[in-house]
């Protein structure tokens, strides 16, 4: 069987209410999410909880030190666990995820968390690029709506679009609850 492990990207309070930067239904991503780490811990798999902390010059989210920018209680990791913390999109860049995998013998990486649009896009083909099989649980992600040329994307259509546009060559695009039923048989 390929050896698997999961990312959990990005699940921090400033996408939740009251944060500074609230995504669509973060809670339902959150708990589909917390679905995958249960599993992962009571199987003992590889997993990582990926943390962004902005860098940039007037960031707005993420502010390093803040209550936003922890990881959210949903999915807080537990003394011991291995914690990423990254300054961009891509959780490969300036990180060392990709050592991690690589010494662990990963094949395949399951991915989740937010913003599909951005972070979970940017990691998906990075991972896709070193050559990991992919899956995306597209249950445990989520976005906001967007906006360009006066005219507003809904949340659920920036969403699913990048999921159709990752599906296929950069990954398999799943559900919490199907991809733990096959990993169950």
Excluded at 55 to 61: H, L, R
Excluded at 120 to 145: H, L
Excluded at 155 to 171: P, S
């Amino acid at each position: 069987m390929e050896k698997t492990a999961l990312l959990l990207v990005d699940i921090q309070n400033d996408y939740f209410p009251n944060g500074r930067m609230e995504l669509h239904e973060p809670h339902k991503a959150a708990q589909n999410a917390r679905k995958l780490l249960d599993f992962f811990r009571n199987n003992s798999l590889l997993f990582f909880h990926i943390q962004h902390l902005s860098q940039q010059p007037g960031a707005s989210f993420f502010i390093p030190g803040t209550e936003g920018a922890d990881i959210h209680e949903t999915v807080a990791p537990l003394e011991g666990e291995i914690v990423i913390q990254k300054n961009y999109p891509n959780s490969f860049r300036e990180t060392p995820l990709l050592t991690h995998l690589q010494e662990a013998g990963i094949e395949h990486v399951v991915i989740c968390g937010m913003m599909s649009h951005m972070c979970i896009d940017a990691t998906t083909r990075a991972a896709a690029d070193y050559g990991f099989r992919c899956t995306v649980i597209e249950d445990a992600c989520t976005s906001p709506a967007l906006s360009i040329r006066g005219r507003t994307i809904p949340a659920a259509d920036v969403h699913d679009t990048f999921m159709a546009a990752l599906n296929g060559l950069y990954a398999q695009i799943d559900t919490a609850d199907s991809f733990l039923e096959k990993m169950k048989k």
